[in-house]
């Protein structure tokens, strides 16, 4: 009886130690197989994972090269402006300004348009500031303030400038004021399209010098080349003749107008026309 129950119990033993074997080798085949599988996952996981983080870096960074380049381009066209509107500003100051009040230029009256009256006109309380109005020889002077310009009645006008002498003509200057340095904030009353003339005082006879367009987008010192070189002449007179405005329904305003080119004796003593 007691070898039936040892044997019993060497029998319990054995099974146990068996079913222990059965599940701790299949469990361990799993996780192995489990482990393996990740190990074999990896080289295209993380090559994947690199690739995607290196796609957005290069994104960012080509976003930000072209943000550069945009800022660049756009610095360039604004360095080229101002020096575009430097070089005008100093050859306007450099040449000879035959137009200057100081220098002996007068306005002939006579073939001049009459000033705008803004008294006539109840526009007047809006713009109190132009009035009492300036006179044709204010577009002879420096003093270029809003408001310190000529003004003639409606869109289409004249100014005849007698210059101190007789000049072989080769450029015209007009300035006008910027939009920012208005007080309505507008220039609508800036000449548009203009002719040049050049006029003898002894005569009615007006030779064609050149048609342009102030343009109020552009900057306010623009110089225009004139016609004068095939048959180069001197002039006594400068006619300005403006055709249009920019759009005011009342008046015109020049502020200011110069006049650049060679007087005839000095014409006289260089072997050719002097552009």
Not at 71 to 79: D, F, K, P
Not at 148 to 168: E, M, T
Request: proline share 6%; aromatic share 10%.
């Amino acid at each position: 009886m007691a070898l039936l129950k040892n044997s019993f119990k060497v029998f319990t033993l054995l099974l146990s130690l068996a079913l222990a074997a059965v599940f701790c080798g299949t469990a361990l085949s799993g996780w192995s197989l489990r482990t393996k599988g990740l190990v074999e996952e990896l080289p295209s996981v993380f090559p994947e994972g690199l690739k995607t983080l290196w796609n957005s870096h290069t994104l960012i960074e080509t976003q930000k090269l072209q943000n550069l380049l945009q800022e660049v381009t756009q610095l360039r066209a604004e360095i080229s402006s101002l020096k575009e509107f430097t070089q005008m500003a100093l050859e306007s100051c450099v040449k000879t300004d035959w137009a200057l009040k100081s220098s002996g230029a007068t306005i002939d009256t006579q073939r001049t348009s009459q000033t705008y009256d803004c008294k006539d006109s109840c526009v007047c309380r809006f713009l109190r500031f132009f009035w009492p109005a300036s006179p044709p020889d204010t577009i002879l002077q420096p003093n270029v303030l809003p408001g310190n310009c000529w003004p003639f009645k409606g869109h289409q006008g004249q100014v005849v400038i007698r210059l101190p002498a007789r000049v072989y003509l080769t450029a015209i200057t007009v300035q006008h004021i910027t939009k920012e340095a208005s007080p309505s904030g507008t220039i609508i009353s800036a000449p548009k399209d203009i002719a040049v003339f050049g006029v003898d005082a002894d005569r009615e006879e007006e030779t064609l010098l050149g048609m342009f367009t102030y343009n109020v987008e552009k900057d306010p010192i623009q110089t225009f080349p004139l016609k004068n070189m095939l048959l180069p002449r001197a002039f006594s007179h400068v006619k300005l003749l403006v055709k249009s405005n920019w759009g005011n329904p009342w008046y015109t305003c020049i502020y200011r107008v110069k006049v650049h080119g060679k007087m005839e004796n000095q014409k006289a003593s260089t072997k050719g026309p002097d552009i």
